[in-house]
Nanobody, 125 residues
């Protein structure tokens, strides 16, 4: 029910915008009160939250490593969440996942119920 797009290969300093489209009918992340987040995972490492946003966008969280460079947003009318990534660094290379959970903002992956398949972001130096 979540599909990411927008990943790719870019050079350090470039920008990239990821999108996550939610689909569904009467339940799940297309309905109200769902917090959504962007996570990333490098090979052999744990999945980490880089940004999360509540349904009304009234609470937003960024990890220290991306704060000031990334911007999360959502358009509930389009069932879409975005991650604008600026000043990309090689350390940002990872598979990026979008996820959704019902309720308040959380950053622990285990608390999210819906996941996309992931999109690869590779930043060359």
């Amino acid at each position: 029910q979540l599909v990411e797009s927008g990943g790719g290969l870019v050079q350090a300093g470039d920008s990239l915008t990821l999108s996550c489209v939610a689909s569904g009918t009467t339940s799940g992340p297309t309905t109200s009160s769902y917090t959504m987040g962007w996570f990333r995972q490098e090979a052999g490492k744990e999945r980490e939250c880089v940004a999360a946003i509540t349904w009304r966008s009234d609470e937003i969280w960024y990890s220290r490593s991306v704060k000031g460079r990334f911007r999360i947003s959502r358009d509930n009318a389009k069932n879409t969440m975005y991650l604008q990534m600026n000043s990309l660094e090689p350390e940002d290379s990872a598979v990026y996942f979008c996820a959704a959970r019902y309720g308040e903002l959380e950053i622990r992956p285990s608390t999210y119920d819906y996941w996309g398949q992931g999109t690869q972001v590779t930043v060359s130096s």
